[in-house]
């Protein structure tokens, strides 16, 4: 049935949506629709995670946060580590960024990116001269790609 209140696709009639809507409101801690978005996803985490946050030994956001690590292995470890030392919400994430290390960049990627920023930056596309050679360096950059 489609809700005319939000313009959403929902199983809800208007009548029982008012309702949950109103008990959400009443009770004032957060709205219908931040639950569908940040809580009801909860019941799909794994196992584990689900069952710590059931416990009370883990904030959902934290919970969140693990669930995303698809080795089984590395979840329960860090799951673990999260709730026996306390872990803030940082701390997970940065255990989590370091499970998955993003690899370096070549200087020449480090310089091809600042080029780039400058560039978007510049006032050189004002200039006509400046612009054409631009350009035909643009070209020949994009032949060099085509090589490949």
Do not use: C
Not at 46 to 55: G, K, T, V
Not at 77 to 88: D, P, Q, T
Not at 124 to 143: A, F, H, T
């Amino acid at each position: 049935m489609r809700n005319e209140l939000n313009g959403s696709d929902n199983v809800v009639t208007n009548p029982e949506h008012n309702t949950i809507q109103s008990v959400f409101r009443s009770l004032g801690l957060l709205s219908w629709d931040s639950f569908i978005t940040h809580r009801l996803p909860l019941l799909k985490l794994p196992d584990e995670i689900l069952e710590a946050l059931r416990q009370g030994k883990l904030a959902y956001t934290k919970a969140l946060a693990i669930s995303r690590i698809k080795n089984e292995e590395q979840r329960r470890s860090l799951l673990e580590a999260a709730i026996s030392e306390n872990l803030s919400i940082r701390q997970i994430k940065e255990r989590i960024a370091a499970l998955n290390p993003k690899p370096e960049k070549l200087p020449i990627q480090k310089q091809l990116d600042s080029v780039y920023s400058s560039l978007k930056k510049s006032k050189v596309w004002n200039n006509p001269d400046k612009k054409q050679r631009l350009e035909s360096l643009l070209q020949e950059i994009e032949s060099i790609l085509k090589e490949e």
